[in-house]
């Protein structure tokens, strides 16, 4: 991955982090780790770099324990919502190489999706909670 898409995209994640931290204010759910908001950000920086047409995935985690969402680009994990679980709690953007990151269930792949609204039908299949559910385009 050249430079210049290294730091794109990580001011886009911060962005969107600042984004999401902004709706979880503004609705008042009292979750400033961001659990349960991490579709609806992965889905706004999807947004943001189709736009930028900057090759990526939106990744679904599934497990017993739950759901988790995050972008990769170049087996890169970009997840602006792992401040929910206890080792990321004080880092706002987590960027690992997805080999590293597997180790935690929370990026393992279950599910890969091309679009914020290919996650989106997919949620809405699932019966996700209406707050959780991705924004449309």
Known sequence: MNRVLEKFLESTAIQVRSWAEDEEMREDRDRPDLNGYCARASGEFSRRL?????????????SDIGCHVYVVVDDYIYD??????PEYRNQKVLIKHV???E???????ADIFKSADE???CQQKRKWQKWQIAHAA
């Open 103 to 109: 180790v935690n269930w929370y990026h393992c792949s």
């Open 80 to 85: 602006v919502t792992a401040t929910q679980f």
């Open 99 to 101: 080999r590293e990151a």
């Open 50 to 62: 189709a736009r930028k047409k900057v090759d990526h995935e939106i990744h679904m985690s599934v």
């Open 119 to 121: 996650l989106r039908k």
